[in-house]
């Protein structure tokens, strides 16, 4: 059997296991702020979710942030983390294809998925800022991550992001707005380094202003030819920032696609290899070398 075909099948049967699972079958939510987020006071509007009519489920309406977890078999982990951030232009998320999917297959592939809930800004009078909320929302996910490593078997020096679309967006951004942790934080999650250690930008909005300095984090970039200029000629540019920086990065063009391909049984190769392309350039950047 050729890979092409061993991979599709590898991917229909992810996405059948997030799509049959029972709600008692699928990881439970981690709140970010059990207390309550902050900039979230007061808001009490439940959590919307939505079927998109394709055998998916979109998000919105979100003020309790959080994170779930799909921690790989034991015997199969190889320590590494990544912060999986799904798009939505800021107004919903595309839960499934961006999300559970995601982190389900690279849970069996011994990468810990945690996919990100966070706070939307452009939703209808959202009053949550891009910048301000949503970024401090990756943030505290890395954080609280890194807090919990050794519980969960992980190695807090390789949690990183990756995001689609305007989840790419605030992967960047996490990635370019980072500290070492708050000194002297009452709460200790907070006391975690926010930096990740990778980042995946998957056709991420936002490429004209993303920042990319000598420091940054490395990083695996895909888009499809297809997709707007803002995106595929703006991701080609952030690959050059990338080189020209000398930053290790990975860029992937792929020639159909259009926007929002995400992980579905419908994407097929060239597009739908992408994940493959991704566990391989984090394995040969050493991200999934066991301790």
């Known amino acids: 059997m050729n890979t092409p075909v061993r991979l599709l099948q590898a991917i229909v049967a992810t996405i059948a296991f997030a799509s049959t699972a029972s709600a008692a079958d699928m990881p439970k939510e981690i709140q970010l702020w059990p207390n309550g987020a902050p900039g979230s006071e007061g808001k009490t509007a439940k959590e919307l979710i939505e079927d998109t009519g394709r055998g998916e489920q979109r998000v919105s309406s979100i003020h309790s942030p959080s994170i779930t977890a799909f921690l790989p078999a034991k015997d199969n982990a190889t320590g590494a983390a990544v912060i999986v951030i ?4 800021h107004r919903f998320l595309s839960i499934d294809s961006e999300g559970n999917n995601v982190a389900h297959w690279l849970s069996e592939r011994g990468v810990a998925g945690f996919v990100l809930k966070h706070r939307l800004a452009r939703e209808t009078n959202s ?3 891009v910048e301000v909320h949503s970024l401090q929302d990756v943030q ?3 954080r609280l991550v890194r807090s919990r490593a050794a519980e969960w078997g992980l ?6 992001v990756l995001g689609f679309s305007a989840g790419g967006e605030l992967a960047a951004l996490a990635a370019a707005r980072h500290d070492n942790g708050i000194e002297g934080a009452t709460d200790p999650v907070d006391r975690q ?16 202003n993303m920042v990319v300095e000598s420091n940054s984090p490395p990083a695996f970039l895909a888009c499809a030819y297809n997709d707007r200029a803002d995106i ?7 690959y050059l920032k990338f080189k020209q920086a000398g930053v290790n990065a990975e860029l992937h063009i792929y020639s159909a696609g259009g926007h929002g391909f995400g992980l579905r049984t419908s994407n097929r190769t060239p597009i739908g290899s992408w994940p493959a392309r991704f566990h391989e350039w984090m394995e040969q950047s050493g991200f999934l070398k066991k301790s």
């Open 193 to 208: 380094n926010s930096r990740p250690a990778f980042q995946a930008l998957l056709y991420p909005g936002g490429t004209r």
């Open 155 to 160: 190695d807090p020096a390789r949690v990183g």
């Open 140 to 142: 505290r996910a890395i």
């Open 86 to 89: 799904p798009g939505g232009g």
């Open 232 to 238: 595929s000629e703006g991701l080609a540019n952030v």
């Open 127 to 129: 009053t949550y800022q």
